[in-house]
């Protein structure tokens, strides 16, 4: 295609506006006279320049949409970025009152207990099926010592096996290497709460004589001098007296959650002198 024809219209609308320029300052001095000639340009030129307005205000539009468009995206960019921070402080917050809530149950429960304490916070834990444990960022420097029990509002969940300046290893009630004194709380009824890893816990060493029914509560009893006395340690689930054998099979639901351990209560001494009254 020429570019001629390409351009054709926009060819004679041009000539035709020149033109028109060129006749009208030509009868400058006639404003009361109208040539046949002017008349023939403006009625030619009239529907040309139409078009061509109509033309540059399509595009004027066009453009005025588009910088409209570029900065709606623009607010919409920054209304969605405040959105996420907004997002994440309110998520923080909540975070924060919910840590403030858990560290107000463990004050009230350093409060009920006799024997210094340091709140600490979980740093890690063994996800073994074998061995049942976790880390803690207090160590000897904060007074923790090997055999120091470990507690939350909900009751014991283990005992310091492991300490170094700054961080402890905890031995959970669940794994299998855990044993603790422990009696049923209504009728006093003696036994030993051992581990049973993801199973929770069984309470052995109880005579068959005992009257133990399932939802009774487990506390320890302090005699090892290991644990206070009457701290929880879970509910009886399950009860079974075999045929033959002293003892009674037991099966106990461990009071603490421990995939949700946070924060934590460690007694700050490895040797409980005397049992607490309850």
Not at 18 to 42: E, M, Y
Not at 123 to 138: A, C, D, Y
Not at 201 to 224: F, H, M, N, P, W
């Amino acid at each position: 295609m020429s570019f001629y024809k390409k351009y054709q219209s926009i060819i004679i609308a041009s000539i035709l506006i020149i033109a028109s320029i060129i006749i009208l300052s030509l009868n400058l001095k006639q404003f009361g006279r109208v040539s046949f000639l002017r008349k023939l340009v403006l009625e030619a030129a009239a529907p040309l320049e139409k078009v061509v307005n109509s033309t540059i205000e399509g595009i004027s539009g066009i453009w005025e949409r588009h910088v409209f468009l570029v900065e709606l995206e623009e607010e919409n960019r920054r209304l969605r970025n405040k959105i996420v921070f907004l997002t994440k402080e309110i998520n923080r917050y909540r975070e924060v009152s919910l840590e403030g809530v858990r560290l107000k149950k463990l004050l009230a429960l350093k409060e009920g207990i006799d024997y210094p304490t340091v709140a600490a916070r979980v740093i890690g834990r063994n996800r073994s099926s074998v061995f049942k444990m976790i880390l803690i960022n207090r160590g000897t420097t904060d007074g923790v010592k090997v055999g120091s029990p470990v507690l939350t509002d909900k009751g014991i969940i283990g005992r310091i096996i492991e300490t170094s300046w700054n961080v402890s290893r905890v031995l959970l009630l669940v794994d299998y290497n855990s044993n603790v004194d422990a009696l049923i709380q209504g009728n006093r009824a003696r036994g030993v709460l051992q581990g049973r890893g993801s199973k929770g816990c069984s309470l052995r060493y109880v005579q068959r004589s005992e009257e133990v029914k399932v939802g009774d509560t487990v506390i320890s009893s302090g005699l090892a001098r290991v644990f206070p006395k009457g701290l929880l340690l879970g509910t009886v689930k399950k009860v079974e007296k075999k045929k033959f054998g002293l003892f009674q099979e037991i099966e106990v639901a461990p009071a603490v959650d421990f995939s949700r351990l946070e924060e934590v209560l460690v007694i700050l001494t490895d040797v409980i002198d005397q049992p607490q009254r309850h």
